[in-house]
């Protein structure tokens, strides 16, 4: 890793969280698709409540690319944007049926192609599915970055172009763990506990 500022906060979060693992339970690249796909403006935990008896009942793309959307929809229904999430979860499979013969791309182009998986989502699979480089950015990473002064945009790609430029490929993953992890224990979107940091002497939004 270069040495630079980012450099330091990998550093004192690593020695804070440590090796970091998904959140989302799945056994498959493909579970993994499915269960990324599921968590948008919704909890990990609340969509590892219901992956079990998802995967249950379709285990593999080509399971999953003939089920009933609505059928699907009653599994998740729990969740945030069920109906078109579980639209996207059967098209996403027929997609990998039908262009990769049910297999899980391993490309950020490929990945990205397929319904309900945008660029965030994408590199949460390479770098957890995979082990590839891939540094999402969520609320958190946006979040976080932004305080330290390490970066000053709020638009996800540049973000991660600034981090990709600036952190070792192989250590991308585990510092986007790091940032959310940091951003849901610590630096908070209200009321940061800025006290608490280990962050705080390099933060120039410090509450002092």
């Avoid at 990205?112 to 540094?135: E, M, Q, T, W, Y």
């Avoid at 970055?145 to 991308?172: D, F, H, Q, S, Y």
């Avoid at 959310?180 to 962050?199: F, K, M, Q, T, Y």
Wanted: charged content about 25%.
């Amino acid at each position: 890793m270069k040495k630079t500022g980012f450099d330091r906060i990998y550093r004192i979060l690593f020695a804070k969280y440590g090796e970091c693992i998904c959140p989302l339970v799945h056994d498959t690249p493909f579970h993994l698709v499915c269960a990324v796909m599921l968590s948008a403006q919704c909890r990990d935990d609340r969509v590892n409540e219901v992956t079990p008896e998802l995967f249950r009942r379709w285990p593999d793309p080509d399971a999953m690319a003939k089920a009933d959307p609505d059928e699907v929809a009653g599994v998740i229904q729990t969740l945030g944007l069920y109906r078109n999430k579980s639209r996207n979860l059967v098209a996403c499979a027929a997609a990998l049926v039908q262009e990769y013969g049910g297999v899980v791309p391993q490309s950020m182009e490929e990945l990205s192609r397929l319904p309900g998986i945008g660029r965030k989502s994408a590199n949460v699979v390479l770098g957890n599915a995979f082990g590839l480089p891939g540094f999402p950015v969520d609320t958190h990473v946006n979040r976080v970055l932004n305080r330290l002064g390490l970066v000053k945009t709020i638009v996800p790609e540049k973000i991660e172009k600034a981090v990709n430029t600036a952190v070792a490929p192989e250590l991308w993953s585990n510092f986007s763990h790091l940032l959310i992890l940091h951003g849901r224990d610590i630096c908070h979107a209200r009321n940061p506990e800025c006290a608490n940091c280990p962050l705080a002497e390099y933060c120039p939004s410090w509450k002092k």
